[in-house]
């Protein structure tokens, strides 16, 4: 019963295999063999456009030098107050961004209102010599929260942000998993809604280690092979980071294994519902959060059940957690089976 991360489970069978069939033979480093110029061609045809795509392995390696890319030392990356790049990647983007600052803002369920952006960007003091600049707007998707922006929220989102000059980037750890619930296309979720740069991750979808930093004007891509070399961030044997995207994009892969975590999501959340404990946020990728009491949570974990204990400010109005209760966050991934999840419903719910 492993809930904890959809990092946890093992490598895709159809990403293995091509690791293993890159395996074969020789081929040039960083960037210059076949693979590399194929996935190139694959994602220019997953988006609908001609990209800049730079491979790295690591999430928190793309977030933070895309992140550095589009802002400037001075600038201000304006983000949720709990998302991934300002909680959990140790100052990365920062780091990387040679001082810029992160700025976290509120909102229920994890998701940025429009309005808040707006506030934000009207009551702070920015610019001039003294103040950080407004310089990017970042999303990500799905939210910590499990929940999903649709693409006139990102519209309106970003056309706020594009009114002070500012770029929007999306983190998409989980992105496979947004785009087959909401049933749209990559294009429509990101350029065609105003997003500049997107950070696309395989890892937790099932591949071993591959996420791509992804630019939608090519032209904004200036300098970033050579930043992204100075970052310590471009593998030498590249083929592997690129055939894995070949295996992912290939045959509509990615779909098919985020449709599978996606449905055991929902069968956890039907199930815990029926069993009177309804998930905090409405179940639209493939994370659920529940508050259950901790003797529960006490006799989950001496049965093997494998999952994180949360806090977050951004709980619907009137959810209080107890202090005899915790907020449990539960992950399902391509590998998760049925057992798996009414094992664990039967004993969250007895």
Same mark, same amino acid.
């Given at each position: 019963m492993?809930?904890?991360?959809?990092?946890?489970?093992?490598?895709?069978?159809?990403? @293995?295999? /091509? @690791?293993?069939?890159a395996n074969d033979g020789f081929a040039l480093g960083y960037g210059s063999d076949a693979h590399t110029k194929t996935v190139e061609r694959l994602f220019a045809e997953a988006f609908e456009r001609d990209v800049a795509v730079y491979l790295v392995a690591t999430g928190t390696a793309a977030n933070a030098i895309a992140l550095a890319h589009v802002s400037p030392p001075w600038g201000a990356v304006l983000c949720h107050r709990e998302a991934h790049v300002i909680t959990d990647e140790c100052g990365a983007p920062e780091f990387f961004g040679g001082g810029l600052r992160l700025f976290g803002l509120p909102g229920e369920a994890c998701k940025i209102a429009p309005a808040t952006l707006q506030k934000a960007l009207d009551d702070e003091l920015w610019g001039g010599p003294h103040h950080l600049s407004p310089s990017t707007l970042s999303l990500t998707q799905a939210t910590e929260a499990g929940t999903i922006y649709r693409p006139d929220e990102i519209a309106a989102l970003a056309a706020?942000?594009?009114?002070?000059?500012? /770029?929007?980037?999306?983190?998409?750890?989980?992105?496979?998993?947004?785009?087959?619930?909401?049933?749209?296309?990559? /294009? &429509?979720?990101?350029? =065609?809604?105003?997003?500049?740069?997107?950070? @696309?991750?395989?890892?937790?979808?099932?591949?071993?280690?591959?996420? /791509?930093? +992804?630019?939608?004007?090519?032209?904004?891509?200036a300098g970033m092979a050579e930043r992204r070399k100075r970052g310590g961030h471009l593998v030498s044997k590249h083929r592997f980071l690129a055939a894995q995207f070949a295996a992912f994009f290939a045959k509509d892969y990615w779909r098919t294994l985020a449709r599978h975590a996606n449905s055991l999501a929902d069968r956890l959340a039907i199930g815990l519902a029926a069993g009177g404990r309804k998930p905090v946020w409405p179940v &639209?990728?493939?994370?659920?959060?529940?508050? @259950?009491?901790?003797?529960? +949570?006490?006799?989950? =974990?001496?049965?093997?059940?494998?999952?994180? +204990?949360?806090?977050?400010?951004?709980?619907?109005a009137g959810t209080e957690i107890g202090a005899d209760d915790a907020l449990l966050r539960l992950v399902t991934s391509f590998s998760t089976t049925e057992q798996e999840v009414d094992r664990f419903l039967a004993l969250a719910c007895r």
């Open positions: 492993n809930f904890a991360s959809d990092n946890t489970a093992a490598i895709a069978p159809e990403i @293995l295999k /091509a @690791l293993a069939s706020h942000a594009h009114a002070r000059g500012m /770029a929007v980037h999306m983190d998409g750890a989980r992105f496979a998993n947004a785009l087959v619930r909401l049933g749209g296309t990559p /294009a &429509e979720m990101t350029w =065609k809604s105003g997003i500049d740069v997107l950070s @696309l991750g395989i890892t937790k979808a099932g591949a071993m280690a591959a996420e /791509a930093i +992804v630019f939608f004007d090519p032209a904004r891509a &639209e990728a493939n994370i659920v959060f529940v508050i @259950l009491p901790k003797d529960r +949570v006490a006799k989950l =974990k001496d049965a093997g059940a494998s999952f994180y +204990v949360r806090r977050s400010l951004s709980l619907p």
